[in-house]
T-cell receptor
Framework: AQKVTQAQTEISVVEKEDVTLDCVYE???????LFWYKQPPSGELVFLIR??????QNEISGRYSWNFQKSTSSFNFTITASQVVDSAVYFC??????????????FGGGTRVLVKP | DADVTQTPRNRITKTGKRIMLECSQT?????MYWYRQDPGLGLRLIYY???????NKGEISDGYSVSRQAQAKFSLSLESAIPNQTALYFC???????????FGDGTRLSIL
């Protein structure tokens, strides 16, 4: 069965500090997708990124970057020069290859990021 | 207008009542999902549907039922609500295999 672990339940930083969120996953499939979602205090879930298991290239989008390492089953997320608006709960999620009951997302427990001014 | 709309946004009810949460979408997606969110547990899948005639149980379906009335509508029912079903409920849609899921704004349900 697939599993996603976000060991950090809460991280508190001061504005402009960098923060890295860890995500470790377990799966028996060779084809799978990983996702990050953001849940701001208002409660909605916002999709941030999708990465497939065959693409280990790191990705940067503005102040956000993602490091995918298949060898360690990790898909970590870094916020550079954090801002107060980055305060949210961040979820890592895993989706395995198609099957009759496919395309279910398994979520980690989430990491709450608090950015203080 | 939101692409995925959940009603109601908030609901407080009593133990033993039957509750229905509704979800409608304008994205034209075939796949729809119901999740519940509890602190520290992330989101857990209750039920999912790949089309009107296809409904499947998720990991925590006990105490819940669903109805897919149309491609755009997927409702979740709590047959006899109990306090440990107090949670934030999300509906989501997707456009197929391994596409991002699009979530509604959530329904905060409190059962007294």
């Amino acid at each position: 069965a697939q599993k996603v672990t976000q060991a950090q339940t809460e991280i508190s930083v001061v504005e402009k500090e960098d923060v890295t969120l860890d995500c470790v996953y377990e799966t028996r499939d060779t084809t799978y997708y990983l996702f990050w979602y953001k849940q701001p205090p208002s409660g909605e879930l916002v999709f941030l990124i999708r990465r497939n298991s065959f693409d280990e290239q790191n990705e940067i989008s503005g102040r956000y970057s993602w490091n995918f390492q298949k060898s360690t089953s990790s898909f970590n997320f870094t916020i550079t020069a954090s801002q107060v608006v980055d305060s949210a709960v961040y979820f890592c999620a895993l989706s395995e290859a198609p099957r009759p009951a496919g395309n279910k997302l398994t979520f980690g427990g989430g990491t709450r990021v608090l950015v203080k001014p | 207008d939101a692409d995925v709309t959940q009603t109601p946004r908030n609901r407080i009810t009593k133990t033993g009542k039957r509750i229905m949460l509704e979800c409608s979408q304008t994205k034209g997606h075939d796949r729809m999902y119901w999740y519940r969110q509890d602190p520290g547990l992330g989101l857990r899948l209750i039920y999912y549907s790949f089309d009107v005639k296809d409904i499947n149980k998720g990991e925590i379906s006990d105490g819940y039922s669903v109805s897919r009335q149309a491609q755009a509508k997927f409702s979740l029912s709590l047959e006899s609500a109990i306090p440990n079903q107090t949670a934030l409920y999300f509906c989501a849609t997707s456009d197929g295999y391994n596409q991002p899921q699009h979530f509604g704004d959530g329904t905060r349900l409190s059962i007294l």
